[in-house]
């Protein structure tokens, strides 16, 4: 997606219909300011501001990188 070659759909794990219909309220490229934990409220960088029941926020994840010979520098001693 990143090089433009990929539809940005195909980046969810689940259809963007999906979503409204569980009723998820998705929020993608929204940045989280500030949590309330106590009040139970985000407050994002867009000036929104709302309650939650659950609350998950996605920070990215881990790269998988193929085993392949010369990867990795090598620790001479």
Not at 8 to 16: F, H, K, Q, V
Not at 32 to 54: E, I, K, L, P, W
Not at 70 to 75: A, F, I, L, Q, V
């Amino acid at each position: 997606m990143l090089a433009g070659s990929d539809d940005t759909a195909e980046i969810y794990l689940n259809p963007i219909d999906w979503y409204t219909d569980n009723d998820v309220d998705l929020r993608a490229g929204v940045r989280v300011v500030r949590v309330d934990r106590f009040a139970r409220v985000v407050q994002a960088n867009d000036g929104t501001s709302m309650r939650y029941d659950r609350l998950i926020i996605a920070t990215g994840s881990r790269s998988f990188f193929p085993p392949m010979e010369g990867m990795w520098p090598t620790t001479r001693r």
